[in-house]
C-alpha cells in the first residue's frame, strides 16, 4: 500500500474514502511483490496495480464491496487447471490480497491516515497489519515509527502489541517489507497470526561520480528506478544545474574527499564514471571500503587492467577488488550515452536481486527473485 502513498495521500487531503488491496504473500512465478497494492475510491476511481492486469477487475470488486460494507477481507488468487476461465493468475503463480477499507468509521483507519502522509513524506515508517487470523483481527493495524513511537493497535493481549512493535523495528532498521509468526498472546508459540509489515523508508542513493554526457543519461535513468542521484565533480564548469537538471543534488567537490564526508549506506551506488586516474584511484580506494550495495567504474578492458594495478600498488585488498564491478554495465553492446546507462541500470538491478543478466528467452532461471522479504527502494 505504501507503494501507492502519494496518491493515496492526496484522497486523504480531499476527504475521499477509498479501500485498498495490498498483496501480502505470494508464491510462484508471481507478477507483482508483497505491498504492491490496487485502491479503489467510493466514486470509483481506481490506481495502482496488484497482478499487472489478472485479477484487476476481481480485486477492483472486492475493494468497492469492502469499501460498502467497512469490512476487511483476505482473498487469494491463482491459476485454475481445472477452470481455464476463473479468475487467477495466467503466469501460474498465487497472490493473497488483503483488501482493507480506509474511511474514518472503519477499523484502523486513523493508523492508515497517518501511515500514508509519513511514506509520501519520504518518512521511515513500518506500517503493520493483520493479514491471516480472526475475522476479529484481521487488517487491525499499527504504525510504528523510526524514532521509536507508534501509532494504533491490534486489541487482544497487550503482550500482543509489544511483540509486533519488536519485530516490526527490527524490518523497518532493515528497510525491509515482510511477514512473521505470532500467537494472539504475542507469543510465538500457540495459534499464529500472520503480521505482514510494510516498511517505508527514504529513498536510496546513487552517487555519480564524473560529470559527463554518458553521467546525465545515467542521472535520469536512477531517477526512474527510485534512486536519490547525486553528480559529483570538481570541475565547477561541468558540474552545473543546467547540464543536470534531474539531479538531486549537484556537488562540485574532489570525489575521494565528497564520499569520506557523504552519508552512505547498504543501499548506496556508487558509479565512478570520471575516467581519470587522479580521481579514480583515491576515489575507489574509499569506495571499495564502504558497506555499500554497488561500486561500479567506467573504462576500457585496457583502463581496467592498469586500474586495478594501481589499486593494488595503493594497498586495496583483493577481497576489497573482488566488489568492483568494471567495466561497469551489463554487456548490451551499448553504444550512447542512454544505451550506457540501459546497461548500467541493468547491472544494478542485477545485483541488487541476484539476477543472472541472461536472456529470460530459453533459460530456466527465475523470472522474480525475490518472492519474500526484499529490501525496500
Sequence with gaps: MLDIADELTAWIEQGREFAVATVVAVGGSAPRSPGAALAVD?????????????????VYDLCARALQDR???LERFGYSAEDAFAVGLTCGGVIDVLVTPVAADA????????????AARGEAAALARVSRGPAELLGRALLVR?????EGGLGGHPELDRTVLAESRGLLAAGRT??????????????????FVESSVPPPR???????????????????LGYHVTVCDARP???TRARFPEADEIVVDWPHRYLQHTRTDSRTVLCVLTHDVKFDIPLLQAALRLPVAFVGAMGSRRTHEERNLSLREAGVTEPEL???????GLDLGARTPEETAVSIAAEIVAARHGGTGLPLTGSRTPIHHDAGARVAA
Design 206 to 224: 546513487m552517487i555519480v561520480f564524473g560529470a559527463i554526457d554518458f553521467a546525465a543519461a545515467l542521472v535520469r535513468m536512477g531517477k526512474l
Design 322 to 328: 573482488a566488489r568492483l564491478h568494471s567495466p561497469i
Design 237 to 239: 564548469v561541468f558540474a
Design 107 to 118: 477499523p484502523g483507519g486513523n493508523v492508515f491516515v497517518a501511515a500514508l502522509p509519513a
Design 146 to 150: 523510526a524514532d521509536g513511537s507508534h
Design 42 to 58: 467510493s466514486h470509483g476511481e481506481a490506481i495502482g496495480s496488484v497482478s499487472g492486469g489478472c485479477v484487476e477487475a476481481a
Design 178 to 195: 515482510g511477514t512473521f509468526e505470532v500467537s494472539e498472546s504475542g507469543s510465538h508459540c500457540g495459534t499464529p497470526l500472520t503480521l
Design 71 to 73: 469490512t476487511t477481507v
